[in-house]
């Protein structure tokens, strides 16, 4: 074996001590409410390959839609119904479930929450869901989306509650479907829609590609020190560049790519959502 080969191999030897062979974030999605699932049924072979976890009070909410694990909340108190709206009920159905949405969040990195906002359960639901992963020592970015303004109480509701997902997420992003109106008669409603599935689609992936590189960076140090040590230990010193470390990570180093609560009123050239 040529002395490159040896390099090479000490370098995935070392990188798979530190990482415990796993080489980039674990990642899930968790839908939350009616909405969410909705968006995860039309989406769901553009994020294939992305565990996904539904919530909700409304058994027939869960149905027709591919998940990897499905969590109908508050049996004994909606009857497998929705929340009806209200805020305090599915809030008690999801405290009543918090064991089994934990057990769907162990052992993740980061976790991707999304929501409609207006209505009773996912409203309520997504910033627990957000508090329970923080507290399991995960990232969390959430995505909720606004109704119209002509759903004018929904509306409202929706807007006095997304400071309550900014509280509890690492990073949020709002989606607003008043954004879609834009559109005049050129679309159908449905076909409208779909702009705010592709918008969740490519959201996710940026982040879970930048996360990736980010992660892989942060380990190439990692190896490239240990490396150095050993070098010393044998009396070979050696110099590290960051080409060296952009180099075994695939990308240049870039600073942190994990959403952060200070990305304060970034928004995007269409106006399609705002991240905070």
Same mark, same amino acid.
């Given at each position: 074996m040529s002395?490159?080969?040896?390099?090479?191999q000490m370098e995935m030897d070392i990188l798979n001590v530190i990482s415990g062979g796993i080489i980039e974030?674990?990642?899930?999605?968790v839908g939350c409410g009616g909405a969410a699932a909705n968006i995860l049924r039309r989406t769901g072979e553009q994020l294939r390959g992305v565990p996904k976890i539904l919530i909700n009070t409304d058994m027939a909410g869960l149905q027709n839609v591919e998940a990897d694990r499905k969590i109908c909340i508050g049996k004994d108190i909606t009857f497998n119904g929705d929340s009806g709206g209200y805020l305090e009920v599915a809030e008690k159905c999801a405290?009543?479930?918090?064991?089994?949405?934990?057990s769907c969040l162990i052992s993740k990195d980061v976790v991707f929450i999304i929501a409609g906002y207006g209505g009773g359960t996912g409203t309520a639901v997504a910033p627990m869901v957000a508090r329970m992963a923080k507290g399991l020592g995960m990232v969390t970015f959430a995505i909720c989306i606004l109704p119209f303004s002509a759903e004018s109480s929904r509306r409202q509701m929706a807007e006095d509650q997304v400071q309550n997902l900014r509280n509890e997420a690492d990073s949020i992003?709002?989606?607003d479907n008043d954004s879609l109106l834009k559109f005049g008669n050129e679309r159908t409603l449905e076909s409208a829609f779909r702009i705010i599935d592709n918008n969740v689609v490519s959201l996710i992936k940026d982040v879970r590609e930048s996360m990736g590189?980010?992660?892989?960076?942060?380990?190439?140090?990692e190896i490239m020190a240990c490396q150095s040590e050993i070098d010393l230990?044998?009396?070979?010193?050696?110099?590290?560049?960051?080409? +060296?470390? $952009?180099?075994m990570a695939g990308s240049p180093i870039t600073p942190s790519a994990y959403p952060q609560q200070s990305d304060v009123n970034?928004? +995007?050239? $269409?106006?399609m959502f705002e991240r905070f």
């Open positions: 002395l490159a080969s040896e390099k090479t974030p674990r990642i899930a999605i405290e009543l479930a918090s064991d089994d949405i934990k992003v709002v989606l590189r980010n992660f892989i960076a942060t380990l190439a140090e230990a044998h009396g070979n010193a050696m110099i590290l560049r960051d080409s +060296d470390i $952009g180099a970034l928004v +995007d050239a $269409g106006g």
